[in-house]
């Protein structure tokens, strides 16, 4: 399938590139508005205008709808006020508002003026909404019934007001705009048309809705737990404001997995993709860790120079410096990451945390033996045996009683860290591989010293 994409898109670049527009028209109009709006990202500036004037009508609207907001602000910039009046006409209410918080306050004021005021109004109030919350990813365009209507009323209104809504699957059974239940299009198929709504819908008791001031990962958390297609919005008299669907939940579970990805990689989350992110933003966004980072790794370096008298004693332990700092790192990396996916799933809450480290100490234990046994095969038969290094048999012993400790602690640190970070009101994610592995180089060194001193004669 993408080949077959890729090859259409080789097509419609060189047709564009040759300015055979007029050829365009039978290859963009079977072509889905996504794939659509990829292809139009690698076309010059002079070029994209011309090529989305040659876009049927509805589905330019689609098209625009996908497209990156630089893209989109590119092409408002050359519309007319009646081009842009017929865009904003054709995209869903949600859609517009997304792309007015992307565009600068000149673009949005040109789109303002250009919408109409009944729609106007609609968009003012969803923007009063905050950013990350249930009512700034709703959209005000669904299907609502009355439970006195028959089905055959129903189908009437549907098949009325569905053509401008976003779905029509699922739809609402309000009182005075008080959520009372859904019914479903197939509820309603399957039902006789003298049967009132009330009689087949789902009563409200039995309906999952969120507050338009949760936080949208609350939302997230519903689509995916409970298998939804729309999740309705309502106030807090159970007043149906709008819906989410389920296309706008899956781009906020890409975006906050991104975040997620990027604040576990040490770098400060953006939400342009990569290749539209310049060198000295991308700069920006990793730096600052990176230089918090380093500067915490110091403390690694001036525990190694605290110990120097004790490694010119015992040179062969500079050795396992580095095998015992890496599985420290690993071990606390593979609990945090753990830990914070559970704490974002809802899988873990708050009040669990002693069984987070209970469960974490017994891991740690297993794991912690298995590694302590194997690096004691490993000094006997390859260091000793084959490499000839001549480690001791008490260096040995400090080795791997280090190795058990560390994996221990590192293990509770890496379960225990993203709780509380996530208590104090911080992302987890800041908890994940980098700064597990700063701070356990620092511990695993401690511990390694100081076994070594109680074991060895220094």
């Known amino acids: 399938m993408q080949e077959e994409i890729r090859k259409t898109a080789d097509e419609i670049l060189s047709l564009v590139g040759e300015g055979k527009l007029s050829s365009l028209r039978p290859l963009v109009s079977e072509m889905n508005p996504a ?5 139009m990202e690698e076309l010059k500036e002079n070029e994209l205008p011309l090529f989305y004037r040659i876009l049927p009508k509805e589905l330019a609207s689609e098209v625009f709808s996908y497209m990156e907001p630089d893209l989109q602000e590119l092409l408002i910039r050359s519309f007319s006020d009646r081009e842009l009046a017929a865009v904003i006409k054709d995209m869903y209410l949600d859609d517009t508002v997304d792309m007015i918080e992307e565009m600068p306050a ?12 009944a729609a106007r109004k ?19 365009e669904y299907v609502s019934l009355r439970e006195d209507m028959t089905v055959e009323e129903a189908f009437a209104r549907i ?5 401008d809504k976003e779905t029509v699957y699922t739809c609402y059974v309000t009182n005075r705009r008080r959520l009372v239940g859904i019914v479903t299009v197939k509820d309603l198929l399957l039902a006789d048309y003298e049967t009132k709504v009330s009689e087949i819908m789902t009563d409200s008791d039995s309906v999952i809705s969120v507050g338009a001031y949760e936080d949208r990962d609350a939302v997230v958390q519903a689509f995916s737990k409970y298998d939804l297609m729309a999740l309705p919005v309502v106030d807090k008299e159970d007043r149906i404001l709008g819906i989410v669907t389920v296309d706008d939940a899956v781009d906020v579970m890409e975006e906050e997995a991104t975040e997620d990805i990027e604040k576990m990689a040490a770098i400060i989350p953006t939400d342009k993709s990569y290749f539209k992110t310049g060198i000295f933003e991308t700069f920006r966004k990793r730096f600052p860790w990176l230089m918090l980072l380093m500067v915490s790794a110091t403390f690694t370096g001036g525990i190694i120079t605290s110990f120097e008298g004790a490694l010119g004693k015992f040179p062969v332990l500079v050795a396992f410096i580095p095998m015992l700092m890496g599985t420290g790192g690993n071990a606390g990396g593979q609990a945090s990451v753990t830990i914070i996916r559970g704490l974002a799933l809802g ?3 708050m009040r669990q ?9 017994r891991v740690a234990l297993v794991c912690g033996v298995a590694l302590a046994i194997a690096g004691f095969l490993k000094i ?8 000839g290094t001549g480690v001791s048999m008490l260096e040995s012993v400090t080795v791997c009683i280090t190795m058990l400790l560390t994996v221990i602690v590192s293990k509770i640190f890496g379960g225990l860290l993203p709780v509380v970070a996530k208590r104090m009101g911080f992302d987890p994610a800041v908890m994940a591989s980098p700064f597990i592995t700063t701070l356990v180089d620092a511990i695993s060194l401690l511990i390694y010293f100081t076994v070594a001193s109680l074991i060895l004669p220094m």
């Open 347 to 349: 899988e873990i809450e």
């Open 380 to 387: 006997i038969l390859i260091d000793n045996l084959i490499m």
């Open 159 to 163: 098949r009325r007001e569905g053509v």
């Open 106 to 117: 000149s673009v949005v004021v040109r789109i303002l003026q250009n919408t109409d005021p």
């Open 35 to 39: 794939d659509l709006a990829e292809i």
């Open 353 to 361: 945390v002693l069984r987070v480290i209970w469960k974490e100490l």
């Open 122 to 140: 609609q968009i003012n109030e969803l923007l009063q909404y905050p950013q990350d919350s249930a009512g700034s990813l709703m959209t005000l």
